[in-house]
């Protein structure tokens, strides 16, 4: 077998062995969608790859080509913004699935490194769980296995193309990113949407709806003439690697307990 754990670089012999052994596959969706003046469209998709290869070679997992296309009409006022509809993700995702299915592979982690995608990979996951019931389909958000990076920030504001979307780039594809145009775009429109609808910085600020409703995302171009949502001019490389590691050590977490997870399938005859 070919030293690699991507799926794409292996040979059909490969990723049947690959199968029979059991071994994860982590499928990654990102986005192509505007990142400020400063970073690229890809930038979603290159980081939630970079994390998921690094990841699945510590616990011997594989990972299949990126999903790119995500859900990103909140983004389509920036150029060269590309959005898929949720029916569409969800498709595909019903599509990527049922072909590792048959092959073999019955542990499978979908992780998503964009945001606008949460929604609509859930749906997905929920879909394939009930089509393939004997398998395990995990799905995450890399947002959610970054939690701990989320300390190193020195900015107040981290929500897009920000402090930490740039600096976790600068540790990945340094040369992708043009600092010298990296800004710091903290609208009162967006302010208060923030504080209201997404985190409440400030932890207990009365205020804050986090929790208790969503309205989901409004155009970006109401928020941002830029596309930076946050303060991207602080970003530092050496945070962004601090942040990487810290996603890369919670998803080997995530990798290590699917590996040993048990798949709990009912038996029709035995129904209580
Ligand atoms: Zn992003």
Redesign the pocket.
Known sequence: MRDTVLLAEMTWRDAKQAAAEGRIVIIPFG?I?Q?GHHLPLA??SI?VDHVAALAAREVGALVAPCQVFGVSHNHLDFAGTMSLEPETLVAIIQDLVASLYHHGFRRLLLVN??GGNNATVEVGALKARKRFPDALIGHSYSGALGRDARQYMRSEFVY??DEG?TARLMATRPDLVEMAHAVRDVTPVFTTYYRRYYAAPDGDDPESLTGLVTYGLPPTQVLSQSGTMGDASVADVAVGERAMDSVVRNLVRVLEDLKAREILVADPERRP
């Open positions: 986005s969608e990142h930038t979603d980081n490194g964009h897009h193309a979307e």
